[in-house]
């Protein structure tokens, strides 16, 4: 699908839509052309008329427009003052309307370019959002960056500049050709013998640079992923003192791209100068035959002057096409990427026939389900029942397969086999978005996003009154250091406001899901020790959220653990053993092994249920 004329065709697609702007983009261009011949035309007149005044030069006569033009201002009361007023107000009037059709010509066409990538990230943004967990598993989160942000804007450059370019300056290139072919066609077709020897290089130059421009992109795309990774990993490196490492890792990466970009700045270095060069010695060439022309009296002056002016002025715009070229081949290298990605459909599919789940009870089943992540099997036969209002905690040793156990019910991932029901509708035959809405989850790390805590709370809740909010955050045990914020509810949270401490965030993301009041919860405890009290208030803000909600939790905590109606112990993607805290201990199999392990160390177990710590001693 990415062949050059394929992935131009999709552009113009885009670009269809604004056809009407573009129309008055191009009629300025051509505008801007007329406009630059008659300037190049004017040298004549300029040189004979103005500054030589040979008398013999009338002999060579400029073409009848410029003439009636130049005849309108002699016959005013300008002409009376001399030859020379009425060609300097003609060229006047020229370049007026040359730079105003030039202005007119890039605002329209910067305009159209704009517009394009104004409707692409939007495209590209809401398809990112549709797509599944597996979609984002897959793709790395500096690539996805890059493609919304700097892909999107080098299809921008090549609308607007890459085609405003080309058309422009090929209108002018037409124009030019015209003055020289109106002053000596012999000449001007010799000149023209030169002009492919001067694009064979610009061609090879173009396809190299299309290949390095691909590569250039990836390597930086690899850089964002690094950054992202370091940067919101930054504790782990530090944890591991791996910064040397990182930082090597960095440097092979920033180097990968310095040797890239290098090739390409060659590249494009040389392209101006070869140019040039062959512009020297054409130009000293067509000098030495015109020095012939005049003395021998076929030519006059002015009239050399324009043609040699014309063939000078033919330079800037064959120099901007060839440069259009080197965009041209980076725009399409971003636009086959932007086109692959929103060629890529990963969204988990809705049944056409898709029913609304309305408020459910809440009891959930999971039947002979089974899960592969790409042929890779993860979870075998799970059968599984919680009925409304229950805790289910499930443990494992990491790697069992708790947290995919956990996402198929919002279907992040669907069952391979087998089907998981709520109130025994398959969760398959509903609208993602009415089965998410009766789904709370609140996952280890908390996401607030940069917005108020208000905001942070009712995320993803319309009208939301500010008492309901402060009830969901009095309930999350949140409201106190909420109120001792600067600002309060209003404070501003994430990237650039203010930070708040793993207790403080989990309590919020309790908030949220209190305020959002979901008859079933998915709890992943987060495995890092909080701080005593922290530990406390964010123990009884999970026992307010989890009352008369069916709740699905990864445990981590003895406390959880006691608290849940039920346990399954998850080992190699089966339930190998299930039944209460005390019936699994007694059982003496996986649990009570998983319970030295994951929850005897000595750490202080909180029991909020009776307002105290204690430590815990074995059962
Ligand atoms: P747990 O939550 O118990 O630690 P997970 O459900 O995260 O276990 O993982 C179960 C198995 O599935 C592991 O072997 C893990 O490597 C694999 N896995 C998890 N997520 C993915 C994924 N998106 N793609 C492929 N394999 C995955």
Redesign the pocket.
């Known amino acids: 699908m990415n062949s050059a004329f394929q992935l131009f065709c999709r552009l113009a697609r885009k670009v269809r839509p604004h056809v009407p702007i573009l129309l008055l983009a191009l009629f300025s261009m051509a505008m801007v052309a007329i406009f630059t011949s008659a300037f190049a035309l004017m040298v004549k007149p300029l040189m004979d008329d103005v500054l030589v005044q040979s008398p013999s030069a009338t002999a060579y006569a400029v073409p009848a427009f410029i003439n009636r033009a130049l005849d309108l201002f002699r016959n005013s009361p300008i002409g009376h003052q001399g030859a020379s007023l009425p060609v300097l107000m003609l060229l006047i009037i020229i370049f007026f309307f040359k730079c105003l059709f030039a202005y007119l010509a890039t605002f329209f066409m910067v305009s159209v370019g704009q517009r394009v990538v104004l409707e692409l990230r939007n495209e590209l943004f809401s398809h990112l959002l549709e797509q599944s967990t ?1 979609f984002f ?1 897959r793709h790395q989160t500096g690539r996805l960056i890059s493609r919304v942000t700097n892909d999107v804007e080098k299809i921008q450059m090549a609308v607007s500049e890459v085609v405003g370019d080309l058309i422009r300056e090929g209108f002018t290139l037409i124009g030019l050709l015209c003055v020289i072919f109106f002053w000596d066609w012999k000449l001007s077709l010799i000149v023209i013998v030169f002009v492919p020897i001067a694009i064979y290089p610009l061609v090879n130059f173009g396809k190299k640079l299309r290949s390095g421009s691909v590569r250039s992109q990836e390597k930086l795309a690899d850089i964002s992923h690094l950054l992202s990774e370091t940067i919101t990993g930054h504790r782990i490196v530090k944890a591991f003192t791996m910064e040397d490492f990182e930082r090597e890792k960095f440097q092979m990466a920033t180097d990968r791209l310095f040797r890239v970009n290098l090739r390409i700045t060659r590249l494009v270095a040389l392209s101006s100068p070869v140019m040039e060069m062959l512009g020297a010695v054409a130009g000293s060439l067509v000098i030495f035959y015109g020095y012939h022309q005049i003395r021998s009296g076929a030519m006059s002056v002015g009239q050399f002057t324009s043609f040699l002016a014309s063939l000078i002025m033919l330079y800037a715009p064959l120099k901007r096409i060839s440069r259009v070229n080197a965009t041209i081949q980076q725009a399409l290298a971003a636009a086959s990427r932007v086109f692959e990605m929103l060629d890529t459909h990963m969204e988990i599919p809705e049944s056409p026939d898709a029913i609304e789940l309305g408020r459910t009870a809440g009891s959930v089943r999971f039947d002979s389900v089974c899960f592969s ?2 042929h ?1 099997p ?1 979870l075998r036969y799970v059968d599984l029942e919680v009925k409304r209002g229950e805790v289910l905690a499930i443990v ?1 040793l ?7 156990l956990v996402n198929l019910l919002p279907r992040f991932y669907d069952v391979t086999d087998g089907a998981v029901l709520i109130d025994s509708i398959d969760i398959r035959k509903v609208t993602l978005r009415s089965l998410r809405s009766q789904i709370g989850i609140v996952t280890q790390e908390t996401i607030l996003f940069n917005d108020t805590v208000a905001n942070n709370v009712a995320y993803g809740l319309k009208n939301m009154n500010r008492a309901a909010i402060e009830a969901a955050a009095l309930a999350a045990h949140a409201h106190e250091f909420i109120a001792s914020l600067q600002r309060g509810y209003d404070t501003m949270l994430g990237e650039k406001g203010q930070t708040l401490s793993a207790g403080q965030r989990q309590r919020l993301a309790i908030a949220r899901v209190i305020l959002k009041d979901p008859p079933i919860l998915i709890l992943d405890e987060a495995t890092s020790a909080l701080d005593t009290e922290s530990e406390l208030m964010v123990q009884r803000a999970l026992a307010n959220v989890i009352a008369n909600r069916t709740t699905l939790v ?1 445990a981590h905590r003895l406390s959880t653990v006691r608290r849940a109606d039920k346990i399954v112990v ?1 080992a190699e993607g089966e339930i190998k053993e299930w039944g209460t805290h005390e019936e699994l201990l007694n059982r003496n199999g996986i649990y009570s092994k998983l319970y030295d392990l994951q929850f005897s160390d000595a750490e202080v177990a909180v029991f909020p249920e009776r307002g105290q710590r204690i430590r815990r001693s074995r059962a």
């Open positions: 597996a598993h992540y790409d890779h993860v494992g990491s790697g069992a397969g708790k947290s995919t990864i998850l």
